[in-house]
């Protein structure tokens, strides 16, 4: 399925292209489509006109990157427009943040280690395991030489593991221009739904700087 053979409907974002948009900070073409999309304030029509204005691409250029993002799953088109959360994200983050883990345990942290919200966990617990992803964001940008340049490594994120190598407790890193948060998950992760989407893009209308 391609731009070309679609017309009337809405873009949405995929969970899959929620998390390339937002897992590093290196700018190229996708991510900034991606992000605008992210930080729309309206679910947006699709037509070659507006691919072209938000990627500021020819014609061909603008097409051929969208087909490519249909193609990875990152976007798909529908005949509804998408969910836009209108709510603060004070309010609106329990109810994001809980499904993001098996266990119901999620935080959220900025990059001061400052817990914007939490689920699930004890209010101190929260509050420590910010803390202690601030010191991992530290400890990440350090070694990002070694851990994304040399080693070619996706992402900045960290896991306590069990010995089978399953994720007892994520630190999720989260980039939004210049800005960087970190989601805390325990046990098994469930970023692959609306929820994913729906938090960041509530992040993104809130906090995103070019």
């Known amino acids: 399925m391609t731009s070309a053979t679609i017309q ?21 073409d996708a991510r900034a489509l991606l992000l605008q999309l992210l930080s729309s304030d309206a679910s947006l029509p699709f037509s070659h006109e507006l691919i072209m204005e938000l990627t500021d691409l020819d014609e061909a250029e603008a097409k051929a990157l969208f087909d ?3 193609d990875r799953n990152f976007i798909q088109l529908s005949k509804t427009p998408a969910r836009v959360i209108t709510e603060s994200v004070e309010k609106i983050l329990p109810e994001l943040l809980v499904g993001l883990s098996d266990s119901g345990k999620v935080a959220l942290a900025d990059d001061h280690g400052f817990c914007l919200g939490s689920t699930g966990f004890e209010e101190e617990q929260a509050e420590a395991l910010c803390a202690l992803a601030a010191d991992l964001s530290s400890l990440h940008e350090r070694h990002s030489l070694l851990l994304n340049r040399d080693m070619q490594v996706m992402g900045e994120s960290w896991g306590m593991l069990d010995p089978v190598g399953l994720s007892q407790i994520g630190f999720w890193v989260i980039h939004l221009g210049h800005q ?4 805390i998950i325990d046990q098994m992760p469930r970023l692959n739904q609306n929820n994913f989407v729906d938090l960041l893009s509530v992040l993104a209308r809130r906090y995103l700087d070019y």
Request: aromatic content about 14%.
């Open 8 to 28: 009337n409907q809405f873009i949405q974002i995929c969970p899959s292209g929620a998390f390339y948009a937002t897992v590093g900070s290196e700018p190229d």
């Open 68 to 70: 490519k993002l249909i």
């Open 180 to 183: 960087r948060f970190v989601l």
